[in-house]
């Protein structure tokens, strides 16, 4: 049976291909300039090329960048391929019915806020904005800088706004040297990673470096119910400070402090809870009584999980490169934390282990969106960029292995239209199997409970 989001996902697509079909057959999108390109609605604007040609005039910055921007793709597409490939490999040497359950459904993967419960939505509308927008216009720039004419812009919608194009000449872009019409494909990943790197460097020193542990000692990540935590009032996020007056530093400490104890002692805590250092007493309970462990009869029971996992969380935040590869995978991986039982450290209730110090230490809520806002400009935009670097048609990474293809086959005596008949077909075949690599976890996630019913 499939998910009920699926169900929703397929009526709502089918609701906006209805009312689309009906506006393209009264005419009302041809009156609004707006035009249909598949099942996607491109709408067009001559707004904007003055600023193409204007910045296009930095030829010699232009082709610096395209060219590394070509390197950067290909050296992006051999990984994401060897990862695709070793996914397929791992998923089929290891597939249970626990493992497909855990795969993730279509709407996980449909960078669309709102379908994608991962997405914030505000967040990721402004951040896919920036992204297809800079994206767009780092292929009209450096076309235009190769000498191609830009014949319009526009915007790509489906359901939502999902991207921008900036449109070139075709035929121009087809004759210029393939050098040139390789920097024009690279230039628009090279620009997302360009962002992301920026974005990534706003977001770990000039953000998350004015932000300090709240305070000394070992935080609650879960609390026991109709415990003795729960009736002082330890919460997610609280930090114990001291145990009868001893210093709680680590999860060592407060294990010595509490194997002290015994069932029905009073003791003194002290902890942090939302800005404020709380003091009090609290009889702990009977430790049997919640863990029907007969060695635990008698001792004395607070009811917490502790963790000081925050503190390296902050650390890596701060640095992701210190822990390189780790941290950079970290800082990448957590919007999908919560689904393999991990957290998201910038978002409440998890920030309360976190201070917020300097200019915004007044209005952290302001500070924390902002922090939320720059990552998700940084996720977006290596997203976009990796994805487009793929060898496949009609991804940028495709466009330029087909001219690497090409201008490898001119060096054999071989001659052009067999060229492009022998390209034609490599990359047909190609972007068909990277496509069957991409969508492989899906057809697993939606395949195998059929094919494997009991």
């Not at 990721?124 to 319009?152: C, L, M, N």
């Not at 953000?207 to 729960?230: E, F, H, R, T, W």
């Not at 996720?379 to 496949?392: E, G, S, Y």
């Amino acid at each position: 049976m499939f998910p009920i989001t699926l169900v929703y996902l397929v009526i709502l697509i089918a609701l906006y291909l209805g009312i689309v079909i009906f506006l393209d057959k009264k005419k009302i999108l041809e009156r609004h300039n707006i035009s249909l390109y598949g099942p996607f609605l491109m709408i067009k604007t001559e707004r904007g090329k003055k600023s193409i040609h204007r910045l296009s005039r930095f030829r010699r910055f232009w082709s610096w960048f395209g060219d590394i921007g070509v390197v950067i793709c290909f050296l992006s597409m051999i990984a994401v391929v060897l990862l695709l490939v070793w996914q397929f490999w791992w998923l089929g040497s290891h597939i249970t019915k626990e493992i497909v359950e855990k795969l993730p459904e279509v709407n996980m993967v449909l960078v669309i806020p709102g379908i994608n419960p991962l997405l914030p939505i505000g967040y990721t509308i402004i951040a896919i904005i920036i992204a297809v927008v800079f994206h767009e216009f780092s292929h009209g720039i450096s076309a235009s800088s190769s000498g191609v004419d830009i014949k319009s812009l526009g915007i790509l919608a489906f359901i939502i706004p999902v991207g921008a194009f900036v449109e070139p000449d075709e035929e121009q872009l087809d004759k210029i040297e393939r050098r040139k019409r390789m920097r024009v494909f690279a230039s628009g990943p090279a620009m997302n990673f360009f962002i992301s790197i920026i974005s990534l460097l706003i977001f770990s020193t000039a953000l998350m470096g004015s932000v300090n542990i709240a305070a000394d000692g070992i935080g609650v990540a879960y609390i026991v119910k109709d415990s003795p935590a729960q009736m002082i009032g330890l919460d997610f996020g609280s930090i114990i400070m001291e145990i009868n007056s001893t210093p709680i530093k680590d999860i060592d400490d407060f294990l010595d402090v509490m194997n002290r104890t015994h069932a029905g002692q009073n003791v003194s805590i002290t902890f942090y809870k939302n800005g404020k250092i709380i003091k009090g007493d609290v009889t702990l309970a009977d430790r049997f009584a919640f863990t029907n462990v007969s060695d635990d009869k008698g001792k004395g029971f607070l009811g917490i999980v502790a963790t000081t996992d925050y503190k390296e969380i902050l650390a890596v935040l701060k640095n992701p490169l210190k822990r390189f590869p780790e941290g950079i995978f970290y800082l990448y991986a957590m919007p999908l934390s919560p689904i393999r039982g991990g957290y998201n450290p910038i978002t409440d209730p998890y920030i309360r282990f976190f201070r917020v110090n300097g200019m915004f230490a007044g209005c952290p809520g302001v500070f924390w969106s902002l922090t939320n806002l720059v990552f998700w400009i940084f996720w977006l935009n290596f997203a976009i960029a990796i994805f487009n670097a793929l060898p496949m048609i009609p991804l940028d990474g495709g466009y330029l292995m087909q001219d690497l293809l090409g201008g490898l086959l001119e060096r054999f005596p071989v001659n052009k239209k067999s060229r492009e008949k022998i390209t034609r077909y490599t990359m047909t075949a190609l972007s068909l199997l990277i496509f069957f690599l991409v969508i492989y976890p899906l057809l697993l996630k939606y395949l195998f409970p059929l094919l494997h019913r009991a």
